[in-house]
């Protein structure tokens, strides 16, 4: 075999090996590089499922969204694996990794998930409580209005900053208009509502425990928040919160008058007593321990017609300003006889009433009507 052809062999065999070399490398480029055009190209697309329609004034629903976020999230990662797992150098992969990564941190994380999660936060928090005041309002449910306005402040307050984490001004201002801003406003409208609403209920528990004045001092409060409520006229809660205000305004205002009357009884009672030590002690000593009552201390044992007749009945109701007696007119027959009938049975005189407690029903005037029950407790 001559040397020429065995030369032109080897040679053939290099250009062989070459040409088909090179072609594989070349091939394999085109490949990665049509992959990644690809993934490129859906990634930009990815933020005009949502903004697109938002420039006609529509929001696309986060459940038409996710077979886009699916399939860019898939390409995305297949791409990036063709990439890393290519012949290419390694600068040139990480050219191109850098250049996928970019468009799907703008275009997915800062655009197409984040306006999802917008979505559904917008459409499964704050539209469900809207939901549940609306309801809670049309009934006159102040309690469940209250613990719903608590829960719409709270999201209000710590977590619509969601609402504001995509790219998009259409859209996002879109979702606002249409979730935040009537959120907002309910949250304003309730706001004074639902402070009166609180405050009636510690007027109410002061009235249960027994703290007339502190209960006072809290509705005032009430009474300087009034200005501040929305129009009565066109919000029917509003009416029907007022009305709440006016019954307890009764309470609050019979509590007063009651108080003061009471007050000036207290006065008369020892009074009463003076005058009673004054004219009868020779019959009975008297003393008071407490609002409408008193204490006779027997001294002369006499008939109680005689006890009653001699001046105490009459000194009685005179002194405290006694103006019905059983609903009736003090000097009533119908009075007496009611006055009779409080002593006990078989009691004759005062020596029998020792250890007993007479009680009159009795209503005094002394500028406003007072009913009580006085208590008459013989020693």
């Keep these: 075999m001559s040397k020429r052809f065995i030369k032109q062999t080897t040679a053939a065999v290099l250009l062989t090996t070459s040409i088909l070399s090179f072609s594989s490398v070349a091939l394999g480029a085109t490949s990665v590089d049509q992959s990644v055009n690809n993934a490129k190209a859906e990634l930009n697309k990815a933020t005009t499922h949502y903004v697109y329609p938002s420039l006609d004034g529509k929001l696309a629903p986060s459940s038409a969204l996710y077979p886009a976020l699916n399939s860019v999230k898939k390409n995305y990662e297949l791409t990036r694996s063709a990439v890393v797992s290519s012949k290419l150098s390694t600068a040139q992969k990480n050219a191109k990794l850098k250049e996928i990564d970019t468009l799907y941190k703008e275009k997915v994380s800062g655009g197409l998930l984040p306006y999802i999660d917008a979505f559904n936060y917008a459409t499964e928090y704050l539209v469900p409580i809207m939901k549940e005041i609306e309801a809670a309002q049309a009934k006159n449910d102040f309690a469940a209005v209250e613990k719903a306005y608590h829960k719409l402040s709270y ?8 609402l504001y984490r995509f790219s998009g001004k259409a859209a996002r201002d879109l979702l606002l208009e249409e979730y935040k801003k009537p959120a907002d406003e309910k949250r304003h409208e309730l706001m004074v509502p639902v402070t009166i609403y609180m405050k009636i209920v510690e007027v109410n528990d002061l009235f249960k ?13 009430i009474e300087a928040l009034l200005d501040r409520l929305p129009n009565a006229s066109t919000n029917k809660f509003v009416g029907a919160l007022l009305e709440e205000v006016a019954k307890l305004k009764t309470t609050i205002d019979y509590t007063s008058v009651t108080s003061t009357q009471q007050a000036i009884l207290n006065e008369k009672v020892a009074g009463l007593v003076t005058e009673l030590n004054t004219t009868q002690s020779d019959q009975a000593t008297v003393s008071t321990n407490g609002s409408n009552s008193l204490i006779v201390t027997v001294k002369e044992d006499i008939g109680i017609p005689k006890f009653l007749g001699k001046g105490f009945y009459q000194t009685f109701t005179k002194q405290l300003g006694v103006t019905k007696v059983n609903g009736f007119n003090p000097t009533s027959i119908k009075a007496l006889e009611y006055t009779a009938a409080a002593f006990p049975e078989g009691a004759d005189s005062l020596a029998d009433l020792k250890g007993k ?3 009159l029903k009795i209503t005094v005037d002394n500028g406003s009507a007072l009913d009580v029950e006085f208590k008459i407790t013989f020693e």
């Design 155 to 162: 999201q209000l307050k710590g977590r619509t900053a969601i």
């Design 209 to 221: 425990n027994g703290k007339k004045s502190e209960a006072q001092t809290k509705f005032a409060e």
């Design 357 to 359: 407690t007479v009680t």
